[in-house]
């Protein structure tokens, strides 16, 4: 693909996100216009049960039509209840399942069960008390994430079968990603981790970076995905990596962190909980990294287009426009840089559990 090429499909991915967000602030402009421009930010930052694009309001009626691809709701309240979210329009209306009324709080996008009316109870503090049945619905971060999944099955099983079929030599899309693959081994892997044991982890190294890489680039496009900008995400990857270091570390990494060798007894009982304490502290410090990394992206991202509607002419609104959009090319290597980082790290951590100390001893 050519750089015109590239640099238009930036663009559009851009200018489509940048219009749908157009819409709904103008739209909802009925008051404050920073606070209508923050909580449309925080809306994007938080899962949803459906990939909101954008809404359509008659001028005549004053009624709005959600454009939107709705997901399934899945809720277990005395049994199983199915039915999809754009039954609830948004919060705004009630759904009855089995004489039981449910609502969702378009705030928190959680779903609550209510009286007929739809009523919400609150505290003094504004937190609502009504009870919330059990809910295992498929939102849109879960949705993305089978997507992903999917996707990278299918992408990588037609890559492995074009090596078996065409004398190991990678053919279709394929030819794009084995140069990836190539530099994840060669120069991640084996440095880190070592000839010897590289291989033990290629494939989990593989998976973490493509998917975080995959669910990064999705978080750019008009469907609002915001999946490894969500805290639960990357614990979830930290944890793998933390369970994966720790379960295959041999005999030497402990040794060095609880007694460790060729250093005096009592420097040595400061530095065990030191030590013990960074086993926690380094997965800890993956999920904050792309968690927070991501997340300032799409904010800061969301800001600057917001600034256009703050301005209203055409000096600021265009200034604000290009700084988002410069703002949105860096991102599209930060996704690529994020994903890289962690499977950097990952690799390191693994190369720490498995490492032969006993040549240096």
Known sequence: MSLARKFILILFFFSASA??????????????????????????????????????????????TYIEIPLPVILYDN?????????????????????????????????YKTDKEGKFNFSESGKILNEKPLDFSITKNIATIILVSILMFFLFTSLAK??????????????????????????????????????????????VFFFVWFLNMLGLTPLGVNVTGNI???????????????????????????????????????????EFLGVFIKPFSLLIRLYANIQAGHIVLYSLIGLMFIF????GSSLSFFLAFFIAIIEVLVALLQAYIFTMLSALYFGFAVEDHSESH
């Open 312 to 315: 209203k002419n055409w000096i």
């Open 19 to 64: 219009q749908a967000i157009s819409a709904d602030i103008i739209q909802e402009d009925k008051g404050d216009i920073k606070s209508e421009i923050k909580s449309y930010i925080k809306h994007h930052l938080k899962d949803a049960h459906s990939f909101y694009l954008t809404s359509l309001t008659n001028d005549e009626t004053g009624k709005k």
């Open 162 to 207: 074009s090596y078996k079929s065409n004398n190991g030599i990678s053919k279709g899309i394929g030819r794009f990603f084995e140069p990836i693959i190539i530099y994840i081994r060669d120069d991640i892997a084996i440095p880190n981790i070592g000839v010897k044991n590289y291989k033990n982890y290629m494939s989990f190294l593989l998976t």
């Open 79 to 111: 049994g199983l209840k199915f039915f999809t979210s754009s039954e609830f329009k948004h919060g705004k209306e009630v759904v009855v399942s089995n004489e039981t009324y449910y609502r969702m709080n378009y705030d928190n996008n959680k779903i």
């Open 232 to 274: 639960a995400v990357t614990f979830s990857l930290a944890l793998l990596t933390f369970l994966i270091t720790n379960l295959t570390a041999n005999k030497n990494y402990w040794g060095h962190i609880f007694w460790m060798p060729g250093v005096p007894v009592l420097i040595k009982i400061v530095l065990a909980p030191i």
